[in-house]
T-cell receptor, first 115, second 111 residues
Framework: DAGVIQSPRHEVTEMGQEVTLRCKPI?????LFWYRQTMMRGLELLIY????????DSGMPEDRFSAKMPNASFSTLKIQPSEPRDSAVYFC?????????????FGPGTRLTVL | SQQGEEDPQALSIQEGENATMNCSYK?????LQWYRQNSGRGLVHLIL?????REKHSGRLRVTLDTSKKSSSLLITASRAADTASYFC???????????FGQGTTLQVKP
């Protein structure tokens, strides 16, 4: 299995631009999570999906952030418009029957820099 | 902040020595997990201990959990240079099920 795939691995953009991060979870996993990691705030859960349905988006910082999961093999996290304080590493993780087994499998992350 | 705390923030040891990292959390939990993150990479799950367990072993890893003190420790025995990484504890809230990560301990193992 290829594991969780994220693209792009690095993104540099200018303030005000739209940014779209992509994630392909491990095949068969029914939970998908988006996290953000910064030095100041550590690793924060933004949103998670179960069977493609958003379950908890309470961690999404503001309306500029949105996430979708149109099918079981693809999810996007969009920031529009982007701001310098959004600079961080964004991780996608997936899990099989998370509430029972609890282990999450992380992708390599997307390092976002907003100038 | 709901985040747990880990100490030490950084640890440097010689190959062959043992490394101990501690974690404290704030909410009641279903389980506590430890993850490793190599520089520039994603997190990798190491071990999970449930709230009704006190100690668990996996290879060179030993995890303890004290729910009365809301604390856990991770012991890596006979460390290797390849163990150099950041280690995070993550507590699974019994209310929400969500993982709350600590700030991490950066471990350097010198060959």
């Amino acid at each position: 299995d290829a594991g969780v795939i994220q693209s792009p691995r690095h993104e540099v953009t200018e303030m005000g631009q739209e940014v779209t991060l992509r994630c392909k979870p491990i095949s068969g996993h029914d939970y998908l999570f988006w996290y953000r990691q910064t030095m100041m705030r550590g690793l924060e859960l933004l949103i998670y999906f179960n069977n493609n349905v958003p379950i908890d988006d309470s961690g999404m910082p503001e309306d500029r952030f949105s996430a979708k999961m149109p099918n079981a093999s693809f999810s996007t996290l969009k920031i529009q418009p982007s701001e310098p304080r959004d600079s961080a590493v964004y991780f996608c993780a997936s899990s099989l029957n998370w509430l029972t087994y609890n282990e999450q499998f992380f992708g390599p992350g997307t390092r976002l820099t907003v100038l | 902040s709901q985040q747990g705390e880990e100490d030490p923030q950084a640890l440097s040891i010689q190959e062959g020595e043992n490394a101990t990292m501690n974690c404290s959390y704030k909410t009641s939990i279903n389980n506590l997990q430890w993850y490793r993150q190599n520089s520039g990479r994603g997190l990798v799950h190491l071990i999970l201990i449930r709230s009704n367990e006190r100690e668990k072993h996996s290879g060179r890893l030993r995890v303890t959990l004290d729910t009365s003190k809301k604390s856990s420790s991770l012991l890596i025995t006979a460390s290797r240079a390849a163990d150099t990484a950041s280690y995070f504890c993550a507590s699974a809230s019994s209310n929400t099920g969500k993982l709350i990560f600590g700030q991490g301990t950066t471990l350097q193992v010198k060959p």
